[in-house]
C-alpha cells in the first residue's frame, strides 16, 4: 500500500519561494514504474496538474507551461521523496497542493495522492 | 492546452438514481482519460482511468465510457457515499488538464 505524506499548513509572502516535500512510503521514488506528480486546487482555478518527475535510467521532469520558469520538481532518493519550488509568488499561488503517484502501464492516471498542503501568499 | 468541459455543472438526485455525468475535450484524446471523485476536505480518488478500467477498490456501480472527445461515469444506482465532486482529467497530452467538476448532492 503506497502512502504519501505531506505537511500541512504554509504561510509564505508574495515574491518568495514556496518549498515542499511529499514523503513515499510503499514505493521508490526512483522506481521505473511510476512517475511523482504535483497538483493544485483552488476555487478559482480548479484542479491543475503541474508538473512531474520520473526516472528512466535518468531523471526527467515535465512542468505546465503555466507555471514554467518558476517550478523545480527534484527527486531525493536519500529520503525517498521529491519536492516541489515554486519562485515568484502571486496571490494566485494561493491553493491547496497535492502530490501524487502515476502507475506506469495506464493512462498516467493518479492512483494515490497525498492529503495535501495549503498554501497561502499573503503579506 | 486541451481543454475539458464537464456537463451537468451540478445537479440534484436521490439515492437509487442512475446518473450520467458527460466530458468532452478539446481534441482527440483516444482514452486518455480519467476520472475522480472529491469529497469535502479530502483529496480526489480515483474511479476510472484510460476511459473505461475501474480503479482496484472502486464499486462496480461505477463506469466509463468513451473514446475520440465524447466520455461519461455513469453510476448505476446512487449511494449515500457518492454524493460528492466528481472530475474528469485528460493525460493525453501535458499539461495534464481537468474538467471544472460535476457537483452531485441530495
Known amino acids: 500500500q503506497v502512502q504519501l505524506q505531506q505537511s500541512g499548513l504554509v504561510l509564505v509572502n508574495p515574491a518568495q519561494t514556496l518549498s515542499l516535500t511529499c514523503d513515499i512510503f510503499?514505493?521508490?521514488?526512483?522506481?521505473?514504474?511510476?512517475?511523482w506528480n504535483w497538483i493544485r486546487q483552488s476555487p478559482s482555478r480548479g484542479l491543475e496538474w503541474l508538473g512531474r518527475t520520473y526516472y528512466r535510467s535518468q531523471w526527467f521532469d515535465d512542468y505546465a507551461v503555466s507555471v514554467k520558469g518558476r517550478i523545480t520538481i527534484n527527486p531525493d532518493t536519500s529520503k525517498n521523496q521529491f519536492s516541489l519550488q515554486l519562485n515568484s509568488l502571486t496571490p494566485q499561488d494561493t491553493a491547496m497542493y497535492y502530490c501524487?503517484?502515476?502507475?506506469?502501464?495506464?493512462?498516467?492516471?493518479?492512483?494515490?495522492w497525498g492529503p495535501g498542503t495549503l498554501v497561502t501568499v499573503s503579506s | 492546452d486541451i481543454q475539458m468541459t464537464q456537463s451537468p455543472s451540478s445537479l440534484s438526485a436521490s439515492v437509487g438514481d442512475r446518473f450520467i455525468i458527460t466530458c468532452r475535450a478539446s481534441?482527440?484524446?483516444?482514452?486518455?482519460l480519467n476520472w475522480y471523485q472529491q469529497r469535502p476536505g479530502k483529496a480526489p480518488k480515483l474511479l476510472i482511468y484510460?476511459?473505461?478500467s475501474l480503479q482496484s477498490g472502486v464499486p462496480p456501480r461505477f463506469s466509463g465510457s468513451g473514446s475520440g472527445t465524447d466520455f461519461t461515469l455513469t453510476i448505476s444506482s446512487l449511494q449515500p457515499e457518492d454524493f460528492a465532486i466528481y472530475y474528469c482529467q485528460q493525460t493525453y497530452s501535458i499539461p495534464f488538464t481537468f474538467g471544472p467538476g460535476t457537483k452531485v448532492d441530495i
Open positions: 481534441q482527440s484524446i483516444i482514452t486518455y
Open positions: 484510460a476511459a473505461s
Open positions: 510503499g514505493d521508490s521514488v526512483a522506481s521505473n514504474g511510476a512517475t
Open positions: 501524487g503517484r502515476s502507475p506506469i502501464g495506464g493512462s498516467h492516471q493518479v492512483d494515490y
